[in-house]
């Protein structure tokens, strides 16, 4: 920050230096030289003591003793015609108004003054950084605001991809358990197939009774309950309706209730007639048909 730029234009300085108490010849002579302020204070303290008289004696530099407007005359006449006559006369109508002498600065003043110059351009130069200081702050508090919002809208964007990460694993995890479903369905579509081929369920299907065999003095047959790998089922439901099937010997119960189940029938247990038993619950997984006494042929009620 230069010092022209803290004291102002030229006349500005000139009014200042003027404002010390130096009188104008010297400020405008010490402004023309240093063209600063700072050096032109010290031009005037230094030659301020060749300008106090200088108002005094301005009108005498080409007089001597109080004939000084007649050096160029003859025996005191003056050099000039009627209208410089006249004009004296009416200069000598008005009054004169000496300006009285400035009073001289002494050392101890001097170096007040400038003490007090260079307080005001502290002053001024500290203004002038307190102002910059602020237009700084002024520029960080935008920076920090537009950061503010970049990293607002970087935070909205990462939460919009987090959103669409989820929809999409949501949407993954619903198309994989669809899938599994289908398999689980076709699995068990496949095997209550391949149960009601081995069964070969006939609803309906009347019985067809076995006429005895003739007593002989043959050797005695094999018992059909052990030797059977097959057996004919009659199942009688609460609704009073009735079927026939053909399962293997040694089906489970709860092979049976699942080919009932696969043509809509609701199974919970299996009575038999004769010994009446009751087979429910975990018991239909480790029963056979033959162990439920129904081979080679047998009636079970289905509740």
């Given at each position: 920050?230069?010092?022209?730029?803290?004291?102002?234009?030229?006349?500005?300085?000139?009014?200042?230096?003027?404002?010390?108490?130096?009188?104008?010849?010297?400020?405008?002579?010490?402004?023309?030289?240093?063209?600063?302020?700072?050096?032109?204070?010290?031009?005037?303290?230094?030659?301020?003591?060749?300008?106090?008289?200088?108002?005094?004696?301005?009108?005498?530099?080409?007089?001597?003793?109080?004939?000084?407007?007649?050096?160029?005359?003859?025996?005191?006449?003056?050099?000039?015609?009627?209208?410089?006559?006249?004009?004296?006369?009416?200069?000598?109508?008005?009054?004169?108004?000496e300006e009285p002498p400035k009073p001289q600065l002494t050392q101890e003043e001097r170096d007040a003054a400038l003490e007090m110059i260079k307080a005001k351009i502290k002053e001024r130069k500290q203004a002038?950084?307190?102002?910059?200081?602020?237009?700084?702050?002024?520029?960080?508090?935008?920076?920090?605001?537009?950061?503010?919002?970049?990293?607002?809208?970087?935070?909205?964007?990462?939460?919009?991809?987090?959103?669409?990460?989820?929809?999409?694993?949501?949407?993954?995890?619903?198309?994989?358990?669809?899938?599994?479903?289908?398999?689980?369905?076709?699995?068990?579509?496949?095997?209550?197939?391949?149960?009601?081929?081995?069964?070969?369920?006939?609803?309906?299907?009347?019985?067809?009774?076995?006429?005895?065999?003739?007593?002989?003095?043959?050797?005695?047959?094999v018992d059909p309950a052990r030797s059977a790998a097959t057996c004919v089922v009659q199942f009688r439901f609460k609704d009073g309706s009735s079927m026939k099937a053909s399962f293997g010997a040694d089906d489970?119960?709860?092979?049976?209730?699942?080919?009932?189940?696969?043509?809509?029938?609701?199974?919970?247990?299996?009575?038999?007639?004769?010994?009446?038993?009751?087979?429910?619950?975990?018991?239909?997984?480790?029963?056979?048909?033959?162990?439920?006494?129904?081979?080679?042929?047998?009636?079970?009620?289905?509740?």
């Open positions: 920050l230069s010092l022209d730029a803290a004291m102002g234009s030229k006349e500005q300085n000139i009014q200042f230096l003027m404002g010390m108490g130096f009188p104008r010849p010297l400020c405008e002579k010490a402004i023309s030289v240093e063209g600063y302020v700072e050096p032109a204070i010290q031009y005037c303290i230094k030659y301020a003591d060749q300008y106090t008289g200088e108002g005094g004696t301005a009108g005498q530099t080409l007089g001597g003793g109080g004939g000084g407007g007649n050096t160029l005359g003859g025996g005191g006449r003056p050099l000039n015609d009627g209208r410089e006559n006249l004009k004296r006369e009416r200069e000598e109508d008005v009054p004169v108004v002038a950084a307190a102002a910059e200081e602020i237009s700084m702050g002024e520029r960080e508090k935008y920076r920090r605001m537009q950061g503010k919002e970049a990293q607002e809208a970087q935070e909205a964007r990462r939460k919009m991809l987090a959103e669409k990460a989820i929809r999409d694993k949501k949407r993954a995890q619903e198309k994989d358990r669809l899938a599994k479903e289908r398999i689980r369905a076709q699995i068990e579509q496949d095997r209550l197939n391949r149960l009601a081929n081995n069964g070969r369920l006939v609803p309906n299907q009347p019985e067809v009774s076995v006429p005895p065999t003739p007593a002989s003095s043959k050797p005695p047959t489970t119960l709860s092979s049976v209730a699942l080919h009932l189940v696969g043509l809509g029938k609701t199974v919970t247990k299996f009575l038999t007639t004769f010994p009446r038993k009751d087979y429910s619950g975990a018991v239909l997984d480790t029963t056979t048909l033959r162990a439920a006494g129904v081979v080679p042929r047998g009636v079970l009620i289905v509740e």
